[in-house]
């Protein structure tokens, strides 16, 4: 029984993490490019302004180091409910 009830205590650990990751994404992509862009463009990187920068090229940082980040907390979840792989 304690198995099934760490399988759900981990699945839902997964989830949650899961949630978090398509959250960032959806604000980043959607938000940062299109909703606050005309608010971003009031701030300049590089000669460009802000909103014009994620929708080209600042949300694939983002993505890259979402990626990250999901493996990392991935892997303390798998730790902490002991189904790493060594």
Same mark, same amino acid.
Request: aromatic share 18%.
């Given at each position: 029984?304690?198995?099934?009830?760490?399988?759900? +205590?981990? &699945?839902?650990? /997964?989830?949650? %993490?899961?949630?978090?990751? *398509?959250?960032? $994404?959806?604000?980043?992509?959607?938000?940062?490019?299109?909703?606050? +862009?005309? &608010?971003?463009? /009031?701030?300049? %990187?590089?000669?460009?302004? *802000?909103?014009? $920068?994620?929708?080209?090229?600042?949300?694939?940082?983002?993505?890259? +180091?979402?990626?990250?980040?999901?493996?990392?907390?991935?892997?303390?979840?798998?730790?902490?409910?002991?189904?790493?792989?060594?």
């Amino acid at each position: 029984m304690s198995d099934q009830h760490d399988s759900h +205590a981990y &699945w839902r650990a /997964t989830l949650g %993490l899961l949630t978090k990751v *398509l959250i960032i $994404w959806a604000v980043v992509s959607y938000g940062a490019g299109i909703l606050f +862009a005309d &608010w971003l463009n /009031t701030i300049h %990187l590089g000669g460009y302004p *802000l909103g014009f $920068w994620f929708a080209q090229q600042g949300s694939i940082y983002v993505f890259i +180091a979402l990626i990250f980040w999901y493996r990392k907390k991935m892997g303390e979840i798998d730790r902490r409910f002991n189904v790493h792989e060594e």
